[in-house]
């Protein structure tokens, strides 16, 4: 298994890019020691390829707040256009057992063009994991997966999304067969805008 780590100081993260080996971090047991270590500068970010190709990306935080309250900002699903930026609506509209099934609104933005990109999806909570469906491809999609560190007085938060191409269309789609390296950025910068929304939520609350 090749590893490489790429430290990009600017923004203070841990890249770990493991090529031609499917290895997704949140299965892995990590120990809390190891854990602090590599989120000790910030945020760790681990980057899945397949045949030259971004498949999957995982992102950890600390944040100070114990579990139980991290969870219930992540499930608070009404109220994500409080504070997430860029969520105009996220809506319960059917709910069975530990199965929830949420209509979203979001707001993207790229090169100064604005839209709306609107999408229901499944969530299934299985505590310390909140599973991510697409309701359109039945899929699993990503997941949180929640670790508790210093003697549960706070926790290690895991998000893990599949990239997909077919999210972008029109010019977005373009660029990214021109230019394949814009697409982490696309995923990325959103992904980390709404765990820095949920960090400040749950530590102020």
């Not at 299965?27 to 899945?48: M, Y």
């Amino acid at each position: 298994m090749k590893k490489t780590l790429v430290i990009i100081i600017i923004v203070s993260l841990f890249m770990l890019v493991i090529n031609n080996t499917f290895a997704n971090i949140l299965e892995q047991e990590l120990d809390e020691l190891t854990l602090e270590k590599l989120l000790k500068k910030g945020e760790l970010i681990h980057i899945e390829e397949k045949d030259g190709k971004l498949k999957y990306i995982d992102y950890a935080i600390i944040i100070d707040a114990p579990l139980d309250k991290v969870w219930q900002v992540i499930t608070d699903f009404e109220n994500y256009p409080d504070f997430i930026p860029g969520q105009k609506l996220c809506k319960i509209i059917n709910k069975q057992g530990n199965v929830m099934i949420v209509e979203s609104a979001v707001e993207f933005k790229f090169m100064g063009v604005g839209s709306t990109v609107n999408y229901t999806t499944k969530y299934i909570l299985q505590k310390p994991e909140l599973i991510i469906f697409d309701t359109k491809r039945n899929k699993e999609t990503g997941r949180y997966k929640f670790i508790p560190i210093d003697e549960g007085k706070r926790v290690v938060l895991f998000r893990t999304k599949e990239v997909d191409r077919d999210n972008f269309t029109g010019v977005v789609k373009i660029l990214i067969n021109k230019k394949p390296e814009i697409e982490f950025s696309l995923y990325l910068s959103p992904l980390r805008i709404n765990m820095k929304a949920i960090k400040e939520r749950a530590e102020k609350s």
